[in-house]
């Protein structure tokens, strides 16, 4: 079965200050990992996704990750918080296609809350 | 692109009613789409995939003569809360992908609660 884990419920940092938002995944096969984001009463927006290629991947509004496969990390980073970042945000996991196991299915993290802090 | 559209986004319904929440994808055809249901401070449960023009494959635990899902069509997927209870107050939002290698798009999920 695969299992995303965000170690932190919180993590606050001030504005201006770099930002990291932890995830590690489990998964058989290769993964396919996303960051969402969710303000209040929101659905969740996507930020981006790693499928294949540069471990660092770069998203919307200025964050980016980086896949460490021997790690099994996605950690979500950006390197000057704004207070507009605030918010919920999950790691989620499935498996690549055809890596012939696991499921297709999107499988989040508890999600972590950021607090920016002016 | 890739916009989905869930309504209504807020509902209030009286105990042993039914509540309709459609999902609709807007600018592309869905033949999958996924209801979740999240509770407070919690991540997101898969309750069901639905399939246009097929049966709904329903998450373990979740009660399928209570959650109705209908995929009609390309564009539209439903979920029907049956005969609710406040334990079903929640928040529940649906997704759809363009395709495997896309990223699941969200809509701005309903909350329903039952007095």
């Known amino acids: 079965a695969q299992s995303v884990a965000q170690p932190e419920d919180q993590v606050n940092v001030a504005e201006g200050n770099p930002l990291t938002v932890k995830c590690t995944y489990s998964v058989s096969g290769n993964p396919y990992l996303f960051w969402y984001v969710q303000y209040p009463n929101r659905g969740l927006q996507f930020l981006l996704k790693y499928i294949t290629g540069d471990n660092l991947v770069k998203g919307s509004y200025g964050f980016e990750a980086e896949f460490n496969k021997s790690q099994t990390s996605f950690h979500l980073k950006k390197p000057s918080a704004l207070v507009s970042d605030s918010a919920l945000y999950f790691c989620a996991v499935r498996s690549h296609p055809y890596s012939g196991a696991g499921s297709y299915q999107l499988t989040f993290g508890k999600g972590t809350k950021l607090s920016v802090i002016p | 692109g890739a916009v989905v559209s869930q309504h209504p986004s807020r509902v209030i319904c009286k105990s042993g009613t039914s509540v309709k929440i459609e999902c609709r994808s807007l600018d592309f055809q869905a033949t999958t789409m996924f209801w979740y249901r999240q509770f407070p401070k919690q991540s997101l449960m898969l309750m069901a995939t639905s399939n246009e023009g097929s049966k709904a494959t329903y998450e373990q635990g979740v009660e399928k003569d209570k959650f109705l899902i209908n995929h009609a069509s390309l564009t539209l997927s439903t979920l029907t809360v049956t005969s609710a209870h406040p334990e079903d107050s929640s928040f529940y939002i649906c997704?759809?992908?363009?395709?495997?290698?896309?990223?699941?798009?969200f809509g701005n999920g309903t909350r329903l609660t039952v007095t």
């Open positions: 997704s759809a992908w363009t395709g495997y290698n896309s990223p699941l798009h």
